[in-house]
Each structure stands twice: as structure tokens, then as C-alpha cells.
């Protein structure tokens, strides 16, 4: 499938939507029009467009505050139309979720004071209550998905849910706490796969037919697992407002889940090459929980599974997970659980009433 298929293809209505917005923006002689400003500054500019096409989605209580009421129809729960280019950049904040992604070309998103460069096949996920802008002053071609947040909490969170490791702490963080950077930025190629997805919700949202809100929904499930399993290592941590380096999050936190047994914090600062107050800093920041805390949890985890499923020693348990003193592993096992390891298994046992 190519950008060119059918499916995202632009309608003339939009066409003559973007020709409007360019011409406003060659006659503004404004070397400022291009950045993100509040609604009042292209107030003008947005006023005739709606008077010439006062039922467009794009302009639709166009605001600083844009409510699910007035986007979403009371049986739709999934939204997605291209990004209309040359459109002014307006600072506003959703109360749905947003997901950019680029088809063609490159775009600048502004969010929570950073700036991203998205180019094709980048995807950017936008939680609900973000102040962001869109700056796109080329011919780029660029999805926008909203997903009422119910919905996204659904079909997404279930999955990182069903999980069950840190990355579903990192997600809930990003998205629904005071998180400095509450997005989600993948740095992909251009992926087939999930490109035949959303071809196929495009579709469904025309079509109106039976069922099409629950096909929706079930298909943006696929996508977002698709997401997960094809570009996971391409979630990008954002830069920090102090600096202009970029942490690969996920293949850090991907490494301390895979050696969690036995990774030291120096260890894991060497190789990183970041000084281990930093790796804290990052850790803290992302998931809420220190280096000990995070290997601690996953070596609990991992305990309590081998207890219910096999039958090693509870001292083999304990060295298999990096614990060179048994009583050590005891005790921080009774302050997670509840109670000793030996209890546990006693209590999780397939014969256990």
C-alpha cells in the first residue's frame, strides 16, 4: 500500500481547503506565521475559512480547547482524516487522544515546550490535556487519529495490562500524570502492516455499515499492537529541556527486564555511557521507581511465577535471581507478598484449595 492509495488520499474539498490556507499564508509577510501561537493570532485567517466552508471537520469549533463533543458522533469512537497543510499552527489542547502520523514528507509538532521533527512512517501518540501545535508548511501529507479516551484506555491499555512489565508503568506515567513529556514518539521507517490497518479504519469510518464503531475499534487493537511489536525499539525518549540527547528508553528499560538478575547500576551506566545519577534521573523520571526498585520488582515477579510453575528449591530460586543471601530473598518476598515463599507456593499450588 502507498501514500497514494486511495484511502489517504486528500478530497478536493480539503484541497481547496489547503489552497485557501496557503494563500493566507504567502500574503501574511509574517516570518513568524510558521510557529505555534494562540487562536487569537490567526484569528482572521480562520474566520474566512469558516465562512466558506462552515461545515469542515478541520475548522469545526476551531479553539484553544477542543472537547470529544465536537468531533466525536455519540456512536463513533475513532476519528481519522489527513492534516490540512499550511493550516496556522494554533496552540490549543485536546480532551482525546491524538496520533500523528506522517505518509509524506515531514511535519513539526510543538509539545509540552519541545519541538519534534516527524518524518514518514514516524508516529506520535498525544495524551489527552496536552497544549501542542502542528506546523506543516509544505506539501507533506500527514494522518491525524483521535480516539476518544475511553476507547483508547480499552483497546490499548488492556494490551500493556496483559503485559505485566515496567513498560506498562512507563505508558500509564507518560499519559496520565504530571509527566514532563507526555507523548509517545516512535521513530519508525514506513510499515506496511500498519498502514493496511488504518487503510482499513479509513474504510470502516466511511462505510457506516453495522458494527462499523466496534470494527474500528478492533482494528486500531491490531494497530496498536502492531505498534508495539514492530516498532517497540524505536520509541524515542524525548530531549530534555536542559539538553538536546535523546535516550532510547525502551531498549533501557528492554535491558534491565532481561538481565534484571544480575545488572548493577554501574554496570548499567558503562554500558549505556551515561553517569548513573543520570540513568536514576531517567528511571524516576519515566517510571516513578529507582534502579533497585524496578530490578527488585522484576526479580519478585519473576520469583513468584517460578514458585507457582516449578519446583526448584527456594534457595535455587533465590541464586537464579542474583540473591547471594537466602534470607535476604525471604524477607524482601514476605514485605512484597505478604507472606514467606514457601507459603506462597503452598497457597498457588495446582492442588491448593
Known amino acids: 500500500m502507498t501514500t497514494h492509495s486511495e484511502e489517504f488520499r486528500k478530497t478536493s474539498h480539503q484541497l481547496e481547503l489547503e489552497k485557501m490556507f496557503r494563500t493566507f499564508y504567502a500574503q501574511a509577510n509574517d516570518p513568524a506565521y510558521h510557529l505555534p501561537h494562540p487562536y487569537a493570532y490567526y484569528e482572521q485567517e480562520i474566520l474566512k475559512a469558516v465562512n466558506r466552508y462552515p461545515d469542515s471537520l478541520t475548522l469545526h469549533k476551531c479553539a484553544s480547547l477542543l472537547k470529544e463533543e465536537a468531533f466525536f458522533d455519540k456512536d463513533t469512537d475513532t476519528l481519522v482524516h489527513p492534516h490540512i497543510s499550511y493550516f496556522p499552527p494554533i ?9 500523528q502520523i506522517v505518509l509524506e514528507g515531514s511535519i513539526t509538532t510543538y509539545i509540552a515546550e519541545q519541538e519534534l521533527k516527524l518524518k514518514k512512517g514516524n508516529v506520535c ?3 489527552p490535556g496536552t497544549r501542542h501545535a502542528v506546523s ?10 483521535l480516539i476518544r479516551t475511553s476507547s483508547f484506555e480499552k483497546v490499548f491499555f488492556g494490551i500493556l495490562r496483559d503485559t505485566d512489565t515496567v513498560l506498562a508503568e512507563f505508558f500509564t506515567r507518560t499519559l496520565y500524570s504530571n ?9 519508525g521507517a514506513w510499515d506496511l502492516e500498519m498502514m493496511e490497518i488504518l487503510a482499513r479504519t479509513i474504510r470502516e469510518g466511511r462505510s457506516h ?11 486500531m487493537n491490531q494497530f496498536f499492537i502492531m505498534l508495539l511489536r514492530n516498532h517497540e525499539k524505536d520509541l524515542v525518549f524525548p530531549e530534555h529541556p536542559q539538553g538536546s540527547q535523546n535516550e532510547n528508553l525502551i531498549f533501557l528499560l528492554k535491558y534491565i ?5 544480575s545488572i548493577t547500576l554501574p554496570e548499567l551506566s558503562q554500558l549505556f555511557n551515561y553517569s548513573e545519577r543520570h540513568i536514576q534521573r531517567i528511571l524516576r523520571s519515566s517510571t516513578g521507581k529507582s534502579f533497585t526498585e524496578i530490578t527488585q520488582s522484576i526479580r519478585m515477579r519473576e520469583a513468584s511465577r517460578m514458585l507457582r510453575s516449578t519446583d526448584c528449591p527456594v534457595s535455587q ?3 537464579d535471581l542474583g540473591y ?9 518476598f514476605r514485605k512484597t507478598y505478604g507472606m514467606s515463599p514457601a507459603d506462597f507456593r503452598k497457597g498457588n499450588s495446582p492442588a491448593a484449595p
Do not use: Y
Open 257 to 261: 527486564q532481561e538481565h534484571a538478575a
Open 91 to 99: 496552540w490549543h489542547i485536546d480532551h482525546f487522544i491524538v496520533i
Open 136 to 145: 506543516c508548511f509544505s506539501e507533506a501529507n500527514a494522518m491525524k487519529i
Open 324 to 332: 547471594g543471601n537466602l534470607g535476604n530473598f525471604r524477607k524482601i
Open 317 to 319: 530460586i533465590a541464586s
Open 209 to 219: 455499515r453495522s458494527f462499523h464503531t466496534q470494527m474500528q475499534n478492533s482494528l
Open 125 to 127: 501518540i498525544i495524551a
Open 179 to 187: 509527566n514532563p513529556h507526555p507523548f509517545l514518539f516512535f521513530a
